[in-house]
């Protein structure tokens, strides 16, 4: 685990934004996005409006990554 974040751009609302996270985020934030069907540009902009004025969009990728692996530990 290396724990440094990296940077990696993003499309939203024909946009470009830069996002970091660290190398285990973006690898679930990807498999969830393949799971969904959705390009991660796509699962950005979802997770994007969602979020609140006072959140950044790092913040809401890894809150969403964190939500999404824990319910699949509740299903067994």
């Known amino acids: 685990m290396s724990g440094r974040p990296e940077k990696h751009s993003l499309t939203l609302k024909g946009h470009r934004t830069s996002v970091s996270l660290e190398p285990e985020f973006w690898d679930a934030f990807r498999e969830i996005a393949a799971e969904d069907g959705l390009p991660i540009n796509a699962l950005a ?14 913040s809401a990728i890894r809150v969403f990554v964190l939500r ?3 319910a699949r530990g509740t299903k067994a």
């Open 45 to 58: 902009a979802e997770i994007d409006v969602t979020r609140g004025a006072d959140v950044g969009l790092a």
């Open 68 to 70: 999404r692996v824990r």
